[in-house]
């Protein structure tokens, strides 16, 4: 929805799910190299993606599709074989919960926790690549905090990376300079396009976010420190 449809973007496209099938091949012959080893049943196996595709409001931003990446566990240990879990998790509680299902313990402090014994109701994500950004989503609601706000999410040398393309390709390009805030509403607004950070009948909801975001910004420096 970001990109318009030109023969360009769908070759781009079409490149990117071509990269996805040969990845789920792949994950298929090592599954099937385990099996005939006797292997399977006696392995944990994690599949998971940093962030989400090279494209515009994906890898970069903040936004949705840049931050719901896969996460796909499987083996010994590992309840609810089969089932798709629309829990919020966040890749730090990877590693605490892979050393829990082979019977270790995270080291402490630590910032994830096994996804198994606990959920989360808040995910956070930073990215400091040319932007500083910070964000914080519930099941609901998503803040983002624009640090930096002069300088565009995407650059024109990434977009030259994708093939024969240039900036027209954009469905909304560079709308500079980017507010302090967004707040946005995913149940009724997934593809993030409208900020409700000044709408004064969202305030309640903004306040909890800001507050939420300084606790963890705080604790995360506290760690750093450590």
Known sequence: PYLRDTPQVREHYARYLSETSKMDQEIGRLLGALERSGELDRTVIAYMTDHGPSMHRAKFSLYEWGLHSSLILRGPGVSGSGQIDDSLASTIDVPPTLM???????????????????????????????????????????????????EPLIWPRVIGNWGDMGEDVLRDPYPLPRPPEELYDLETDPLESRNLAGDA?????????????????TADQVARQG
């Open 100 to 150: 829990a299902l082979a019977g270790g313990e995270a080291p402490s402090p630590c910032q994830g926790f096994n996804l198994f014994e606990r959920r989360r109701t808040h995910v956070y994500a930073q990215h400091h690549e040319r932007n500083e950004l910070y964000s914080v989503r519930g099941e609901r609601y998503k803040l983002i905090r624009n640090i930096t706000t002069d």
């Open 201 to 217: 009948s969202y305030h309640p909801q903004l306040a909890e976010l800001r507050r939420k975001l300084d606790a963890w910004l």
